[in-house]
Structure formats: structure tokens, C-alpha cells
């Protein structure tokens, strides 16, 4: 009777334990600017690669400063529109993209400061793309779907008229601090090389330490990924993180133990305990390669948007979380944690499609294995 009595005892204090209102507790916390809002866009690619860019800036040379989030957008939406009427409509067009679209861009186009191109007109205060995009949608599938006649040469130039009425004419020059720059030697100011930054991801239908294109709806400039083993991607987030390198991240966040509101995304092992594993600590799924595999090839894991990590915490019972910093403001009736949320380790293990990291921040014996 004893015994019963002390398995039940036991079973009560689990069950409280586990039903503990969250704490946490930093661990690493990375310097980086502050959180704002990418507003009525679907620009995330943009935004959390700029503030990934703006967080290597501060390790690179000490300084802080705001760079311009459309004018990288400005200039991929040609390219976009280019490879969907080249590819006569057979591709993807929309506001979506990856943190090599920035990369390959910031290499092109150079880097430029907010005040020097910030995307918004006169009266603007906030970004809103819903008529931009209807419009681009509108000329491409005209450009595309126009039998019987040759599509005109003036495309390029008609696209390029969209964009400077909507986001604004492309700046060659600008004054920054007293001093003149191009987009070029802006770029070197910061000492951002972008060819030092590798893209990881893990998956099984391709073979380890091998790049390919990974073949997700956003990749339309079919980026390279570098692939190895799932504890060798989360070993990269955490030995980029415990050495000072903030990690870019494409994830999914439509499963309802994401939220932005409550500033938590997990994996409750029991998913009837998902929506109150919000606000409680609760038991989480043990995160495998094969789940993750079939979780992506089953569609339950998709890439919903890029986000910015920049440090780690702990709860109370010493679980591990990863501060993350997303891209929807700071209004506390929308967002927590001053517009971060915090992935507990299984939900990274699970949800992160891919890491973008400077090549340094990689684990030496990754890096060796991927001849960086």
C-alpha cells in the first residue's frame, strides 16, 4: 500500500512539475539591432537576413547600423520576374524568398542604410505590398498568357516602372554619416564578404555533406544547401551561438504550438497539451531524422518564414531554448518578449528547414567534412 502510495505521489509532483508556468533563464545573448516590422509584406527573407547582416556588422567592426530592408527586395523582384516568364509562368512568383536571395543580391547590388532608401514614400509609415504584388501578378501572368503574338521587349522596363512607383527608384550614391558612398563601398565599409556565408540544412533524400538544391517552394533562384546530419546542424547553431555568431533561420511556424503571441514555439510530446504547452512546460516529442524526414516529405514541415537567432536560454528545468527574433513589431498585444520568440530545442530540431551561418561559425570538424 506504501509503495502505491508513493507511485502516486511521484506521478503528482510530475504532473505539477510539468504544468509549471514558464522561466527562463539566458544563457547567450547576441548582440543585435532593434525588432521592427516587415508590415502587410511577405518580405521576411528580407528582414531577418538584414538583421543577420546587421548583427555580423556589430561582430565585424563594432558598429550599429539600420540598413535599408527594400532595397534588397527593390532589386530581386526583378530577377524574379525574369525567371517567371522565361520559365513562360512554369515557376514560382511571389513575395517569398531565402537568405541566399539577400546574399546573392548584397553581393550585386551592394549594401545601403535605411535613411538612404527606406522603401516608403512621403505620408508612409508602414509597409503594405498587397497592391504592388496584384499588380506584378497581373503583368507577369499578361506577359506570359499572350498567344499568338511575341512578348514585347518592354517587360523589363514596364516591372522596373512598377517597382520605382511602389518601392522607390534604385540609389547609386548617398551621403552616410558625413561621408559619400555607392551601394559597392558601402558594402566594403562593413566588411561583409558575402560568399563567406553557408547555407546548412538536413535531409535524408540527399547524401550527407553534399550540397544540393533543396527543393522548396521559396527556392526559386535554386540555391545550394550544404546537407549533414541533424545533431551536426543543431551542433552548428550551438557552437555558432556560444561563439559569438548570430545564426539566419528558415523555418515553419504554422503548427499551433508556434505562437508569436505567447513568445513560445514547442513540441508537446502529447498533442492534446499543445495549446497549453503555450503558456506551461510540458513533456516534448523526441525529435529523430526519420520523423523530421517524414514530417517534411508529408508537408507537415514547410518553410513559412525567416526569422533571426541570437542567443539561448533555459527554462526551470534546464531545457534548452533558442531566443529568436522575429520580424512582426513590438506591439504587446500581438507579440511577447518584445517580438522574440523562443524555440525550445525539439521544435528546432523539427521546424528549422535550414540555417544560414558565416563559414567560421561552423564546428571544425563540419566544416572539414564540407572542405570549407
Known amino acids: 500500500m506504501r509503495s502505491i502510495l508513493f507511485f502516486f505521489g511521484i506521478l503528482f509532483t510530475l504532473n505539477l512539475t510539468a504544468q509549471e508556468t514558464y522561466k527562463f533563464t ?22 531577418s537576413s538584414i538583421s543577420f547582416l546587421e548583427s555580423e556588422i556589430m561582430r565585424l567592426t563594432g558598429r550599429s547600423i539600420d540598413l535599408s530592408e527594400m532595397y534588397q527586395v527593390r532589386n530581386t523582384y526583378p530577377l524574379k520576374a525574369e525567371n517567371y516568364i522565361m520559365r513562360q509562368g512554369k515557376a514560382q512568383f511571389s513575395e517569398g524568398g531565402l537568405a ?63 517597382l520605382d512607383v511602389y518601392i522607390g527608384k534604385n540609389v547609386d550614391s548617398f551621403t552616410f554619416e558625413g561621408k559619400r558612398y555607392t551601394p559597392q563601398t558601402f558594402l566594403a565599409m562593413t566588411n561583409i564578404q558575402p ?4 547555407s546548412i540544412t538536413s535531409f535524408t533524400h540527399e547524401p550527407f555533406y553534399s550540397k544540393f ?19 551536426e546542424m543543431m551542433a552548428t547553431i550551438d557552437n555558432a551561438l556560444e561563439n559569438g555568431f548570430t545564426v539566419e533561420l528558415d523555418c515553419d511556424v504554422s503548427e499551433r504550438s508556434f505562437s508569436s503571441k505567447d513568445g513560445v514555439a514547442v513540441i508537446p510530446e502529447n498533442e492534446e497539451n499543445t495549446l497549453k504547452a503555450l503558456h506551461s512546460t510540458y513533456p516534448e516529442k523526441e525529435i529523430t531524422q526519420q520523423y523530421r524526414q517524414e514530417e517534411f516529405e508529408n508537408y507537415n514541415t514547410t518553410d513559412d518564414h525567416l526569422m ?9 528545468h534546464g531545457t534548452k531554448y533558442y531566443k529568436v527574433k522575429n520580424s512582426w513589431g513590438t506591439d504587446e498585444t500581438r ?7 523562443y524555440f525550445s530545442e525539439p521544435y528546432m530540431r523539427l521546424k528549422a528547414v535550414s540555417v544560414t551561418v558565416h563559414k567560421d561559425a561552423l564546428p571544425k570538424e563540419t566544416s572539414k567534412k564540407l572542405n570549407l
Not at 547567450?28 to 527573407?45: A, F, Y
Not at 533571426?308 to 526551470?316: E, Y
Request: charged share 15%.
Open 26 to 47: 539566458t544563457v547567450t545573448d547576441l548582440e543585435t539591432t532593434p525588432v521592427i516590422s516587415q508590415g502587410i509584406t511577405g518580405t521576411c527573407w528580407s528582414f
Open 100 to 162: 541566399h536571395d539577400v546574399m546573392n543580391s548584397v553581393a550585386k547590388n551592394g549594401l545601403v542604410p535605411q535613411e538612404a532608401f527606406s522603401g516608403l514614400f512621403l505620408g508612409e509609415n508602414k509597409y503594405n505590398h498587397a497592391e504592388l504584388v496584384a499588380v506584378l501578378e497581373a503583368m507577369l501572368k499578361t506577359y506570359v498568357d499572350n498567344p499568338g503574338r511575341k512578348l514585347s521587349q518592354k517587360w523589363r522596363a514596364a516591372i522596373e516602372g512598377v
Open 195 to 198: 560568399a563567406d556565408y553557408v
Open 213 to 231: 538544391i533543396l527543393n522548396i517552394p521559396d527556392n526559386w533562384s535554386n540555391g545550394s544547401f550544404y546537407n549533414v546530419p541533424l545533431d
Open 308 to 316: 533571426h537567432i541570437t542567443g539561448m536560454l533555459l527554462d526551470q
Open 335 to 341: 507579440v511577447a518578449n518584445g517580438g522574440y520568440v
